[in-house]
């Protein structure tokens, strides 16, 4: 991996990258979805999960690398099957909804005139990494932030939480890097999960 992401840097130095001519490869995270639901009656408190916000071009559909301390480069060939904030909520979204059984967990800020569905928490994500690097590392790196809502006290922040995840790659190419992101992203909620709970249970 390591020495793939060094040619690539000496093509974007010696500005060669545009006499390669090669087929365009698109990557997706390949959680599977499984059949589940879930009923509001069952559950003891409602988690919303809004859209993942990658900082400037991380939210690009060309994979990201890191090729110095102050340059990312965004591939022209290897890109994302679709915009990678939208395929990181999904699959924050997922992850969560099987990590946390009481809990309904759902996308977004739906509109509820229920009073008991007036009270929920929100997750928010704020990515600053989420890339490789020509170390032959993949980096998810960034913060998120817990909120309560309630019809009384108003919406109100519960918590900050920074985490920084840097983790080698096994194998060379984008195949190995795609699947490195997904494994940290998936490692990443599994901890964000238990530490909601774990709030929950000191917040009653």
């Not at 991996?1 to 093509?11: D, S």
């Not at 991380?58 to 994979?63: A, D, K, Q, S, T």
């Not at 990494?129 to 790196?141: C, E, K, M, P, T």
Request: proline share 2%.
């Amino acid at each position: 991996m390591k020495a793939l992401f060094l040619i690539l840097a000496g093509l974007i130095i010696s500005g060669c990258s545009s006499a390669i001519q090669t087929a365009t490869q698109y990557y997706q995270f390949e959680q599977p979805i499984t059949d589940s639901s879930r009923n509001v009656q069952d559950t003891k408190a409602q988690l919303r999960v809004h859209t993942v916000t990658l900082s400037g071009a991380l939210n690009n559909r060309g994979i990201a690398m890191k090729v110095d301390n102050n340059q990312v480069h965004a591939a022209n060939y290897h890109l994302w099957g679709e915009s990678p904030d939208v395929m990181l909520t999904t699959t924050a979204q997922q992850t969560l909804f099987n990590a946390m059984s009481n809990w309904m967990v759902i996308k977004g800020l739906p509109v509820i005139t229920d009073q008991q569905q007036q009270i929920f928490y929100e997750l928010e994500y704020e990515l600053h990494h989420f890339n490789g690097d020509l170390q032959g590392n993949a980096d998810i790196s960034g913060l998120w932030r817990l909120y309560y809502t309630h019809p009384e006290s108003g919406r109100r922040l519960l918590s900050i939480h920074n985490f920084s995840n840097v983790t080698p790659i096994d194998d060379d190419g984008y195949d190995s890097l795609v699947a490195t992101l997904e494994k940290m992203w998936l490692e990443i909620n599994s901890n964000v999960a238990n530490t909601i709970e774990k709030t929950r249970l000191n917040h009653k």
